[in-house]
């Protein structure tokens, strides 16, 4: 499956901001779908995951804060990203795997867009 994330932008801290990810392909409603965030220098981060079932899962730093949504009928995964804090300032990459054991493992996935960068300013 092809992936484009899109939605990165510059905001305030406590701002929202809604990112999108299109897939191609007729099978997305059997992948999972993650979004990972990377910063320079540090390796690559496991955001938050909905599951082909409709399971989601987040990172312990941004529950409560970011939903993630999938919508199967129009090829679509969202993250809803709100009050935003400097430290989430990466760029965000989703990725998709079917039948994923580890979802927080970049490994697990074999698709990935090609990042969408999000800043948040102090």
């Known amino acids: 499956v092809q992936l484009q994330a899109s939605g990165g932008g510059l905001v305030q801290t406590g701002d929202s901001l809604r990112l999108s990810c299109a897939a191609s392909?007729?099978?997305?409603?059997?992948?999972?779908m993650t979004w990972f965030r990377q910063v320079p220098g540090k390796e690559r981060e496991f955001v938050a995951t909905?599951?082909?079932?409709?399971?989601?899962y987040y990172v312990d730093s941004v529950k409560g804060r970011f939903t993630i949504s999938r919508d199967n009928p129009k090829n679509m995964v969202f993250l809803q990203m709100n009050s935003l804090l400097p430290e989430d300032t990466a760029v965000y990459y989703c990725?998709?795997?079917?039948?994923?054991?580890?979802?927080?493992?970049?490994?697990?996935?074999?698709?990935w867009g090609q990042g969408t960068l999000v800043t948040v300013s102090s």
């Open positions: 909905v599951k082909s079932g409709g399971a989601t």
């Open positions: 392909g007729r099978t997305f409603g059997s992948y999972d």
């Open positions: 990725a998709a795997g079917r039948g994923v054991s580890w979802h927080r493992l970049p490994s697990s996935y074999d698709d």
